[in-house]
């Protein structure tokens, strides 16, 4: 169960952190330097407050101070490119700035940020996680472009509680047939929770949404297929390959299943989100930083007071097949090419103070996100409530480090959604299968144009071949005795601390009454001998 811990191997910490933290940040002089400003987004609960800290200690240790700007994530693509465009006309052009790692071969290529090859030394990027680091170039080129900061790392989240009420086995699901029949098994049976709601097993967001492809990616790559294929620096789409077929089509078989995913064609991932948090969803495919979230109150908008606290979580393994690979994403930091080249020197000073060992381990473990340096995410490891995310770095992927791959990715999520809208309003299987066929054809024209290519094969053709696959009946496996009787209602974890603190309060208070009744016994002994 995830619970609140606060000690993770302390001592294993302080070993790696002192082996790194005076490499970071060469020698300034301490004459007056004009302000940095750095760029970040709101990389949730405890960020702000982290970022804040550490460029407090900057200033102190460096006499150069900091400022910070907040993007909202949904906004700073754009935001991002307008000021590029025109760094002149931005008061606070960033001096170091956040990027998403799939933006960074974009920006590379237009000459937006600058190359950090002469950095590759100082940071020491051997540290860091290999898959990450590739978005840091441009495709298979070799120069280093930015550096990675954290790991945004996708996990299947399920509720303990209820996991545990209906006596399922990680077995029962260990293929992509026995994850749908225990989805609809237990979709059928009525799962409640403890305030005898009714609970989903699963959700997709079908709605009006924008992580499409995160949510699509592993469906896919456990088959084998990918978004594209690239070979000797060539890219092209497999939309259309057979292994992406038969991956999208469990994806599009469960969104468009109310019975095995409800409400999935009204809802964004944000409700998704939501629901699970409420203890109205037994399995959630979210990010890392929900663990991080239960340590925060109500107060702090954190979620130590709420339903899923209460219930708790565990982190299932993916669905075992023979490729099971989960989204590894992330954000890396970077230095753009414009505004006032005289203050580069103390800009790069900061990006490397930032990625200083102890830095990173501290700003990570503030917002719940897995650091991206290999020897850190090894200490990580050993915490229970993160092991789980770890290992499933060892056979995650990313989308690849191309340039045009911010457009693809536009291309994929409105293909999603319009997948979405599409089961919505069709109820006929086959009129669905057709239509879905014919909008992943579509996105694949468009992604071969982004690409530059073109399709040889007649769009009949490739419509058929896509419609065959959707039309493939996926055989389903149910899992036996599933019990939905509830167990006893958890106890909150507060609540738990709270009587066990009085119960070591009243332990400590009986040993101390014990010692007073035997120091006044050996006192009085020794007065009526003497």
Known sequence: MI??????????????????????????????????????MDNGLGSQKAVKKLVKKFQRDTGIPVEVR????????????????????????PDVI?????????????GSIRPL?????????????????????????????????????RALFANEWLWHTLGIEESDIASYSKFMGALRAINRGELKNSEMK??????????????????????????????????????????????????????????????LAPQSLHENSQQNAVRFINSELLIHYGTSELIRQLEFSEEAGGLRSSAIADDGIIILPFLASSFKSTFVGGSHLALPTGGDSTKFAAAQSLLAYLLRTDNLDAYCRAVGFLPSDRGLISIWNQDRRYSQLVQ????????????????????????ANDMGSM???????????????????????????????????????????????FATEIQEIEPEDLQFEPL????????????????????MIALFARLVVYFVHNRKKKGTKS
Request: hydrophobic letters at 50%; proline letters at 5%.
């Open 423 to 469: 089961f919505a309003v069709t109820e006929d299987k086959a009129a669905r299968n057709h239509e879905l066929a014919e909008l992943l054809v579509q996105a694949h024209f468009r992604i071969m144009e982004i690409l530059g290519q073109k399709e040889t094969e007649k769009e009949a053709d490739l419509v058929a071949r896509a419609e065959t696959a």
């Open 392 to 415: 499933s770095l060892e056979s995650g992927k990313s989308f690849p480090n191309i340039p045009q791959w911010g457009a693809i990715e536009g291309v994929l999520i409105k293909f």
């Open 70 to 93: 907040v993007l909202n994530w949904g906004e700073a693509y754009d935001v991002i490119t307008k000021a590029f465009a025109g760094p002149d006309s931005v008061a606070d052009f």
């Open 117 to 153: 090859d002469s950095l590759i030394a100082q940071v020491d990027s051997s540290r860091f996680y290999a898959e990450a680091f590739r978005a840091s170039h441009i495709g298979a080129g070799k120069e280093v472009y930015s550096f990675p900061w954290f790991l945004d790392v």
């Open 198 to 259: 009714r609970v989903a097993a699963f959700a997709l967001p079908g709605h009006e949404d924008w992580t499409g492809p995160q949510q699509m990616a592993p469906f896919i790559w456990n088959f084998g297929g990918d978004f594209l294929d690239c070979r000797q620096g060539a890219c092209t789409s497999a939309l259309l390959d057979q292994k992406t077929l038969d991956g999208l089509a469990v994806y599009a078989a469960i969104l468009g299943d109310e019975e």
């Open 3 to 40: 619970r609140l811990s606060r000690h993770i191997v302390r001592a294993a910490v302080a070993v790696a952190l002192v082996a790194t933290a005076a490499v970071a940040v060469p020698e300034l002089s301490r004459a007056d330097v004009d302000t940095l400003h750095l760029w970040m």
């Open 98 to 110: 956040q990027l998403g790692s799939t933006w960074v071969p974009h920006f590379a290529s237009v």
């Open 488 to 507: 006893p209602t958890p106890q909150p974890a507060w609540r738990m601390v709270f009587f066990a603190g009085i119960a070591a309060g009243l332990v």
